[in-house]
């Protein structure tokens, strides 16, 4: 007889080839389950996951860490975000794991947590992450009356840049890339620079998001539903582009990008270009600038990059229009009288 198991969330994933995967979770603590469904190894890797839940310290930190990790506030994010997480929650397990719960509301405990971000303080972006993941978790803890008090609120930060909201990519810039880049490189490029989207959300762009006249689709990492209309020098690149699957964007191998892959690659050319401080992730800035220049205003940006206005403000406050997108009345060409045949060329190049 067939013993039915409780507590079991079942996941399909579609991949860009068509194919799905189904994958088991057990609900509590998210532990995944090996195995195919009523297989004496799912039942083994169904009870290792229940004992190891079961053996979890109540009364210490690990068991707050654990049901976070199970709460929607963290399945809930993008696989990319979880990852990062569970970068600084095995960190913060590693450090307070067995910390008891009742010493949060010592006075006290405050000043450890801030040494051991201290104790970063060489790597002063990797510390505030660290801090922030930290006190995200006492801050859900907190709502749900697990804690009386979150002992890391309004820690500050220890890293002081202006962030990359200043970074931009320029016009020798995106030459030089594309000396040494290939075209299949550049065409991710092309595509980012036009609709201000992150890296994940380009690479994974299908063919059905575009109809001809318009690019439609939902940002994985906010939900958020944007619609980028498609100018003369883009709708050229994107009917020339041969379909060879599902994603508009493909690798030299005529399969889709991976994001490993895409991103040695992108890299690699643009360390052979000589270019210095410039992400993949400038493009987004590169594109409200772009945007900003060509006389939009703060709402049409946010309307086709996705940005909060707030963020928007920011970039170009970073930059050099001061806050005021008004300031930008000197940029007499619209974009794709200011960047259309430069942009065509050198991505052709």
Request: positive net charge; charged residues 25%.
């Amino acid at each position: 007889m067939r013993v039915r198991l409780k507590g079991i969330k079942t996941v399909k994933r579609r991949h860009v080839d068509g194919s799905v995967t189904i994958h088991h979770y057990l609900r509590e603590g998210g532990a995944k389950l090996v195995g195919n469904p009523g297989s004496h190894e799912f039942a083994a890797s169904y009870d290792a996951a229940v004992s190891k839940l079961k053996t979890a310290p109540e009364g210490q930190l690990v068991s707050i860490l654990e049901r976070y990790k199970a709460s929607s506030d963290f399945t809930g994010l993008s696989a990319a975000s979880r990852a990062n997480y569970e970068i600084y929650l095995k960190r913060i397990k590693s450090e307070f794991g067995t910390l008891p719960i009742a010493a949060l509301a010592d006075p006290a405990i405050r000043g450890d947590f801030l040494e051991w971000r201290d104790d970063m303080s060489a790597h002063p972006r990797a510390a505030d992450y660290a801090w922030t993941t930290l006190a995200r978790v006492l801050s859900w803890a907190k709502n749900r009356s697990i804690i009386a008090l979150n002992p890391c609120e309004r820690g500050g930060r220890l890293y002081k840049g202006g962030g990359r909201a200043a970074i931009i990519w320029t016009e020798p810039d995106l030459r030089s890339l594309a000396s040494t880049a290939s075209l299949e490189v550049m065409a991710v490029v092309l595509l980012a620079l036009w609709t201000g989207q992150r890296q994940g959300d380009v690479l994974a762009m299908p063919w059905s998001a575009y109809d001809g006249k318009t690019i439609r689709l939902v940002q994985s990492k906010t939900g958020k539903a944007v619609s980028i209309p498609v100018g003369a020098t883009l709708k050229r690149f994107l009917d020339g582009v041969e379909r060879v699957g599902d994603t508009i964007l493909v690798s030299s191998t005529g399969n889709p990008w991976t994001r490993d892959g895409f991103k040695s690659s992108f890299y690699r050319a643009v360390e052979r270009a000589g270019i210095d401080d410039r992400h993949f992730h400038d493009l987004r800035g590169t594109a409200v600038t772009r945007l900003a220049l060509s006389e939009c205003s703060v709402p049409q940006i946010a309307s086709i990059t996705g940005h909060s206005l707030r963020d928007v403000e920011a970039i170009l406050d970073a930059h050099y229009l001061g806050g005021r997108v008004e300031l930008a009345e000197q940029a007499a060409l619209k974009l794709e009288s200011r960047y259309g045949e430069t942009n065509g060329d050198t991505i052709r190049a």
